[in-house]
């Protein structure tokens, strides 16, 4: 054994404690030397996965989990990235670079944004992602450390589609990749000794993605929940599930009844938000009537009006940048608040209000 000299000891049953903390010395030295080294780690991880398993059966299960492997390798190959163990509905990946990684689980998404244009809303894949760059060991295929459950706690703290990263990450990446970063605070994260800070990464097209909207008539402001399919209505609950994921709702009792159930969608494709109308009321988007079950496409700035009762405009957050100190300069978003009372589960139609 070699650290900057050579070292022979005797039979193991023959060393004093002296020597077998020497020996301790040296072999961590050398384990540091040969397998420690600097990587960006990624976990991947399918959002709601039990009660899918649950609902569907196993078959379905297994299938979304393969559909999910599918994805990763589609998405990170061209960026070098490598699947290095699954479990479950999990994945641990590993990249040569923050760069690379970055854009890899960007791709990721996306692909995943694709895919569930195909299916049904029960049926749509969600992941949430986690990332984070520091030492670990690995002598190859093999990666572990300190670092892997940091970073696997990382991703279990992030939301339905959201990439969450640890400052080490965010310091590695260029001025172009920190403008795309905002800042979540320090985390409590499980399994892990002291809080950390965290920023999650603003993965579309700002110009083409609302991320927000505001409700004219009551002011309110929801921030949109990265889904690749939200549905808005004034309905809260059907059948013991969520109905809409922003329920809508009127100051007026009679007006918020020209609201439907179910009143439209907004469809994330590649090019940004399509909403589609589920009502056979007139709903509008700029001043134009749309009819029900047509795409149409929503960006910022855009006015959606509901049956002349309620105006919805297409927001999208500030992120300001970062500072010298990476410091990531961000306006945040107002919290969703309730907007609707809860009521019982209703049929899909009922007199004298739309579907």
Excluded at 90 to 118: C, E, K, T
Aim: glycine share 10%.
């Amino acid at each position: 054994m070699t650290s900057g000299r050579e070292s022979t000891f005797g039979p193991l049953d023959q060393l004093s404690m002296t020597e077998i903390i020497r020996l301790q010395g040296l072999l961590q030295q050398e384990l540091t030397r040969r397998f420690e080294r600097q990587m960006l780690l990624v976990f991947s991880d399918i959002v709601g996965s039990m009660p899918y398993f649950t609902r569907f059966g196993d078959a379905a299960g297994r299938q979304l989990q393969q559909l999910h492997f599918d994805l990763l390798d589609q998405g990170i190959g061209p960026f070098q990235g490598r699947v290095v163990d699954t479990a479950g509905d999990g994945a641990f990946l590993v990249f040569p670079s923050v760069d690379s990684a970055v854009r890899g689980v960007v791709a990721v998404q996306r692909l995943v944004s694709h895919a569930n244009l195909s299916r049904a809303r029960a049926h749509q894949l969600q992941l949430r992602m986690g990332l984070h760059w520091g030492p670990v060991l690995t002598d190859g295929p093999a990666v572990s450390g300190d670092s892997v459950n940091l970073c696997s706690r990382v991703a279990a703290s992030a939301a339905a589609g959201e990439i969450r990263l640890t400052r080490e990450v965010f310091q590695e990446l260029g001025s172009a990749g920190r403008m795309q970063c905002r800042a979540l605070g320090v985390v409590e994260l499980k399994g892990v000794r002291e809080p950390t800070d965290v920023l999650a990464l603003d993965w579309h097209d700002r110009s083409q993605f609302p991320s927000q909207v505001r409700i004219e008539e009551t002011r309110e402001v929801i921030d949109l929940p990265l889904q690749d399919i939200i549905t808005f209505g004034r309905l809260r609950e059907h059948e013991g599930l969520p109905a809409n994921d922003v329920v809508l709702t009127h100051p007026d009792p009679q007006m918020a009844r020209h609201i439907s159930r179910w009143h439209f969608e907004l469809r994330r494709r590649i090019d940004g938000f399509w909403m589609r109308s589920l009502s056979d009321t007139v709903t509008e988007v700029n001043g134009r009537p749309t009819p029900k079950g047509q795409d149409v496409p929503v960006k910022p700035g855009d006015r959606i009006r509901l049956a002349g009762a309620l105006t919805l405009v297409a927001l999208q957050s500030s992120l300001f940048g970062a500072d010298d100190d990476g410091q990531t300069m961000f306006r945040p978003a107002l919290s969703a608040r309730p907007a609707a009372e809860s009521g019982p589960a209703e049929p899909a139609a009922e007199a004298g209000a739309s579907p």
